[in-house]
């Protein structure tokens, strides 16, 4: 059983909805999820917000942070995931930020960074991500989506 079957197993007999925020994910997130068949039982929301001005008006991601932290940030991370959660009110929120790369990074934030917060009960968790920066985009989105998986699934004590 796959991963993404495995959570959607979960959330179906615990009549648990999920929704998705993506940056440096693009949606593959959200595409991973949906993959398994009876998916719109629990998916409620996703969404992709690479621009600066949509985390902002859409998951109200304060200026400030985004100013002051950047969005590759855990600051970004929790506060794209608090505002997922009061937009959407699914049982489980999951959002990604980060740098795939090539190109863009530097030495605070290299490309293969990539912070992912889970909402649930209450609790946010936020994990830091480090890939090899060499490793080409398609690759990193991929892993990047599934440690998002992998949070997910400790978000859920599976």
């Not at 179906?12 to 595409?31: H, K, Q, Y």
């Amino acid at each position: 059983m796959s991963l993404e079957e495995e959570i959607g197993n979960y959330l179906i007999v615990n009549d648990l909805t999920i929704s998705t925020a993506e940056s440096c994910t693009g949606g593959l997130l959200s595409s991973k999820l949906t993959d398994v068949a009876g998916s719109s039982a629990y998916i409620k929301f996703n969404v992709v917000t690479y621009a600066n001005e949509i985390k902002h008006s859409i998951l109200k991601v304060s200026n400030e942070t985004l100013e002051t932290n950047g969005a590759v940030s855990p600051e970004c991370a929790k506060e794209m995931v608090l505002g997922l959660k009061e937009l959407t009110n699914a049982d489980i929120c999951v959002a990604t930020t980060g740098i795939a790369g090539p190109g863009g990074g530097s030495i605070d934030k290299p490309v293969g960074l990539c912070y992912i917060a889970t909402f649930y009960k209450d609790n946010i968790l936020i994990e830091k991500i480090l890939l090899n920066a060499d490793l080409p985009r398609v690759k990193m989105k991929e892993e990047f989506a599934n440690q998002a998986l992998l949070l997910i699934k400790k978000t859920l004590h599976l």
